[in-house]
């Protein structure tokens, strides 16, 4: 009787552990990261007689935890990459929003300037005219300024987002130790019984580990699992965690790096940071956030290098050559702040390095770092910081100041010391956005007119005809320096006089002195001549260009001077006004509003990428859940079946014990 009570109390026994069981894969059904459980049975040991082996009833072997690893690892990789690309298409349509809004883009506010700007050449005289103008100029200012400063501000919510994600990052990074120690010291390790709740928390922490970051799992003894960076950086080891942690970029102080720290042991792990959130903020950096400062302020220089140039070769109302229209471009302080020397830097750190802007059409949009690779200090390399490729390289000369030429820029070197791995980081147009400024104050200041002017002695026999010229500048472009045609305030120096001493022949002359020619040139009938050169390099360059056409007859002449009392000229402000659709950027490839146009185009197209990509990424997310839900997912459905089968079972056992003790009464009975 006593072997037949065993074997019901055995029964009893193991289906209460299995539906115990059953109920907690029922109440776990929503927990995250739970693994579903069964109980495994297996015969007790047999007990052998006379007569044959008789069973002893029921044991339970295991309760085993319903995993697949493959699937594991799959749902962790998927994650990464999933929320990389989520991350990256969050922040692409924050930029995409600001850029393309209306109200918050730069195109309306350049249209609503040019505009202004051809209103006010249809009445050059009109200060109502004049004033519009300024106010849209200030607009423009206001908008590159406000578009920067929202840069500023998501970049500066980019580095909160990776400060606090490797907060939670450390955080799930200890909880993985901590429950690595928890699970070797569980009885029945050794065994391989491991304690199913507590893998499940340590798988779940390493899935949640995957959203911020891309990490490799290995499993090592004693069922601990060691975690680790894609290229094999430890970030678990057993019981213990090394720390992530940011700080401030040495070569770029605008940007964070990240860093492990193990031990007393701490080193920059920038480029080991893939996957995950960190991975798509990253990304955003240097894929999105970047080029937009960069395109931005190219867009800024070369506005305000063309306005400033036609304005500059203009004339005001008060007869004066006009100035600046915006701020300088090639300021002293705008130049050194161009190259940003990395605070790794050795001592004695004294050196001057700047950017000067030479060709704003040239100009790319992007960064370079000029580094040092020789212990005199000498020897240097230009990097691309997009592709990486070394763009230029070279020695310095033993004196200084020296100048590095690249195509819109020259890096000039004026003083210091170097050593071998210093290194500057140069950024042609990162900030001129923020530095755009109206330097135009008075709406008598406007240039709208040309200073120069032509016209035909009244005593002409022939019919030709001189037009009011072409000015080029007042400063010579290769020396900068002024013009001495133009060295007088209010005046030509000289005033000119073409004489024609026959049909085809003519003199260049100063009235004043007409004795001594400064030109003598041929006319050739049935063209256009141009009078005076237009290359700089020429002695005779004088800043402008004329053109006469028709039939000279000889004595005739024709004056060119000064524009005085010229107020209401608007060539000047219809070139500038023109400059809304004239081809100033990219070799001469596109406009202003051209140019922010493609900022705009490839923000969005990168957007529109993203949200694929995230797509994408979301549907392979949910087929890696599904799969691993498969297997390791609740199906009340079937829970409550199993629950149906133990309780039968459960019963029935119980009856074999009831059975017992009634043939042990019985057998009692007998003996009364």
Same mark, same amino acid.
């Given at each position: 009787?006593?072997?037949?009570?065993?074997?019901?109390?055995?029964?009893?026994?193991?289906?209460?552990?299995?539906?115990?069981?059953?109920?907690?894969?029922?109440?776990?059904?929503?927990?995250?990261?739970?693994?579903?459980?069964? +109980?495994?049975?297996?015969?007790?040991?047999?007990?052998?007689?006379?007569?044959?082996?008789?069973?002893?009833?029921?044991?339970?072997?295991?309760?085993?935890?319903?995993?697949?690893?493959?699937? +594991?690892?799959?749902?962790?990789?998927?994650?990464?990459?999933?929320?990389?690309?989520?991350?990256?298409?969050?922040?692409?349509?924050?930029?995409?929003?600001?850029?393309?809004?209306?109200?918050?883009?730069?195109?309306?506010?350049?249209?609503?300037?040019?505009?202004?700007?051809?209103?006010?050449?249809?009445?050059?005289?009109?200060?109502?005219?004049?004033?519009?103008?300024?106010?849209?100029?200030?607009?423009?200012?206001?908008?590159?300024?406000?578009?920067? $400063?929202?840069?500023?501000?998501?970049?500066?919510?980019?580095?909160?987002?990776?400060?606090?994600?490797?907060?939670?990052?450390?955080?799930?990074?200890?909880?993985?130790?901590?429950?690595?120690?928890?699970?070797?010291?569980?009885?029945?390790?050794?065994?391989?019984?491991?304690?199913?709740?507590?893998?499940?928390?340590?798988?779940?922490?390493?899935?949640?580990?995957?959203?911020?970051?891309?990490?490799?799992?290995?499993?090592?003894?004693?069922?601990?699992?060691?975690?680790?960076?894609?290229?094999?950086?430890?970030?678990?080891?057993?019981?213990?965690?090394?720390?992530?942690?940011?700080?401030?970029?040495?070569?770029?102080?605008?940007? /964070? $790096?990240?860093?492990?720290?193990?031990?007393?042991?701490?080193?920059?792990?920038?480029?080991?940071?893939?996957?995950?959130?960190?991975?798509?903020?990253?990304?955003?950096?240097? &894929?999105?956030?970047?080029?937009?400062?960069?395109?931005?302020?190219?867009?800024?220089?070369?506005?305000?290098?063309?306005?400033?140039?036609?304005?500059?070769?203009?004339?005001? /109302? $008060?007869?004066?050559?006009?100035? /600046?229209?915006?701020?300088?471009?090639?300021?002293?302080?705008?130049?050194?702040?161009?190259?940003?020397?990395?605070?790794?830097?050795?001592?004695?750190?004294?050196?001057?390095?700047?950017?000067?802007?030479?060709?704003?059409?040239?100009?790319?949009?992007?960064?370079?770092?000029?580094?040092?690779?020789?212990?005199?200090?000498?020897?240097?390399?230009?990097?691309?910081?997009?592709?990486?490729?070394?763009?230029?390289?070279?020695?310095?000369?033993?004196?200084? =100041?020296?100048?590095?030429?690249? =195509?819109?820029?020259?890096?000039?070197?004026?003083?210091?010391?170097?050593?071998?791995?210093?290194?500057?980081?140069?950024?042609?147009?990162?900030?001129?956005?923020?530095?755009?400024?109206?330097?135009?104050?008075?709406?008598?200041?406007?240039?709208?007119?040309?200073?120069?002017?032509?016209?035909?002695?009244?005593?002409?026999?022939?019919?030709?005809?001189?037009?009011?010229?072409?000015?080029?500048?007042?400063?010579? =472009?290769?020396?900068?320096?002024?013009?001495?045609?133009?060295?007088?305030?209010?005046?030509?120096?000289? &005033?000119?006089?073409?004489?024609?001493?026959?049909?085809?022949?003519?003199?260049?002359?100063?009235?004043?002195?007409?004795?001594?020619?400064?030109?003598?040139?041929?006319?050739?009938?049935?063209?256009?001549?141009?009078?005076?050169?237009?290359?700089?390099?020429?002695?005779?360059?004088?800043?402008?260009?004329?053109?006469?056409?028709?039939?000279?007859?000889?004595?005739?002449?024709?004056?060119?001077?000064?524009?005085?009392?010229?107020?209401?000229?608007?060539?000047?402000? &219809?070139?500038?006004?023109?400059?809304?659709?004239?081809?100033?950027?990219?070799?001469?490839?596109?406009?202003?509003?051209?140019?922010?146009?493609?900022?705009?185009?490839?923000?969005?197209?990168?957007?529109?990428?993203?949200?694929?990509?995230?797509?994408?990424?979301?549907?392979?997310?949910?087929?890696?859940?599904?799969?691993?839900?498969?297997?390791?997912?609740?199906?009340?459905?079937?829970?409550?079946?199993?629950?149906?089968?133990?309780?039968?079972?459960?019963?029935?056992?119980?009856?074999?014990?009831?059975?017992?003790?009634?043939?042990?009464?019985?057998?009692?009975?007998?003996?009364?």
């Amino acid at each position: 009787m006593a072997g037949l009570i065993g074997i019901g109390l055995s029964g009893v026994l193991g289906h209460q552990s299995a539906l115990n069981t059953t109920g907690n894969n029922i109440t776990n059904a929503n927990t995250p990261g739970y693994s579903r459980q069964e +109980v495994q049975f297996e015969s007790s040991p047999t007990r052998y007689t006379g007569n044959g082996s008789v069973g002893t009833g029921v044991d339970i072997s295991n309760i085993r935890r319903l995993a697949d690893q493959y699937l +594991v690892d799959q749902v962790r990789s998927d994650t990464a990459l999933y929320n990389e690309q989520e991350t990256l298409r969050k922040e692409l349509s924050r930029l995409d929003d600001l850029l393309g809004g209306q109200d918050t883009g730069l195109s309306q506010t350049l249209n609503n300037f040019f505009a202004a700007m051809q209103n006010a050449a249809e009445d050059p005289g009109s200060l109502p005219q004049r004033q519009l103008v300024l106010s849209e100029a200030q607009s423009v200012v206001n908008r590159f300024q406000a578009l920067h $400063e929202e840069f500023i501000q998501q970049r500066e919510l980019v580095k909160a987002q990776q400060t606090q994600n490797v907060a939670d990052a450390n955080t799930l990074l200890n909880t993985v130790a901590q429950l690595n120690l928890a699970i070797s010291e569980s009885p029945g390790v050794a065994q391989g019984r491991l304690p199913n709740d507590l893998v499940d928390q340590r798988d779940e922490a390493i899935r949640k580990l995957s959203e911020i970051l891309q990490v490799r799992v290995n499993q090592v003894g004693g069922g601990q699992l060691n975690v680790s960076l894609a290229n094999g950086q430890a970030l678990v080891v057993g019981a213990d965690a090394s720390q992530l942690g940011t700080r401030r970029n040495a070569d770029d102080p605008t940007r /964070l $790096e990240f860093t492990l720290t193990n031990g007393n042991r701490t080193q920059v792990i920038d480029d080991q940071i893939t996957g995950g959130k960190l991975g798509g903020l990253r990304r955003f950096e240097s &894929e999105g956030l970047a080029p937009a400062f960069d395109e931005l302020g190219r867009v800024a220089i070369a506005l305000q290098e063309s306005v400033n140039h036609q304005h500059q070769i203009g004339m005001d /109302l $008060e007869g004066d050559l006009g100035g /600046l229209f915006f701020s300088e471009v090639n300021s002293r302080e705008k130049q050194l702040a161009r190259a940003i020397a990395s605070g790794d830097n050795q001592p004695p750190q004294n050196s001057v390095v700047g950017v000067d802007i030479t060709n704003p059409s040239e100009l790319p949009a992007g960064s370079w770092t000029l580094l040092f690779t020789e212990e005199n200090g000498r020897s240097y390399e230009l990097i691309d910081q997009k592709s990486g490729k070394v763009v230029n390289q070279g020695r310095l000369p033993d004196e200084l =100041p020296a100048e590095i030429t690249m =195509p819109g820029f020259n890096i000039f070197v004026e003083s210091g010391d170097f050593s071998k791995g210093d290194s500057f980081q140069i950024q042609p147009t990162r900030f001129e956005a923020a530095n755009i400024d109206l330097k135009v104050e008075r709406e008598e200041d406007l240039a709208f007119a040309s200073p120069v002017r032509a016209q035909a002695d009244s005593g002409n026999s022939g019919d030709a005809r001189i037009n009011q010229g072409l000015m080029f500048d007042v400063r010579n =472009p290769l020396t900068n320096a002024p013009l001495s045609e133009f060295s007088q305030r209010g005046q030509l120096s000289p &005033e000119l006089e073409i004489y024609f001493t026959s049909d085809t022949e003519y003199v260049i002359r100063d009235p004043a002195n007409p004795g001594t020619p400064l030109e003598t040139g041929t006319y050739q009938p049935g063209i256009s001549n141009k009078l005076f050169t237009e290359d700089p390099s020429d002695p005779d360059y004088r800043g402008f260009q004329f053109e006469i056409s028709g039939n000279p007859k000889t004595g005739d002449s024709f004056t060119i001077g000064y524009n005085t009392n010229g107020t209401a000229d608007n060539r000047n402000a &219809e070139l500038m006004a023109a400059l809304a659709t004239k081809n100033t950027m990219n070799n001469g490839s596109q406009s202003f509003t051209e140019g922010y146009a493609g900022l705009v185009e490839q923000v969005g197209v990168k957007t529109r990428q993203a949200q694929l990509d995230s797509d994408s990424g979301r549907t392979l997310l949910d087929q890696s859940v599904n799969q691993r839900e498969a297997v390791s997912g609740v199906n009340l459905d079937e829970e409550a079946g199993k629950l149906i089968q133990y309780q039968a079972a459960y019963n029935a056992s119980a009856r074999v014990m009831g059975v017992a003790q009634e043939l042990f009464d019985t057998l009692l009975g007998t003996f009364r």
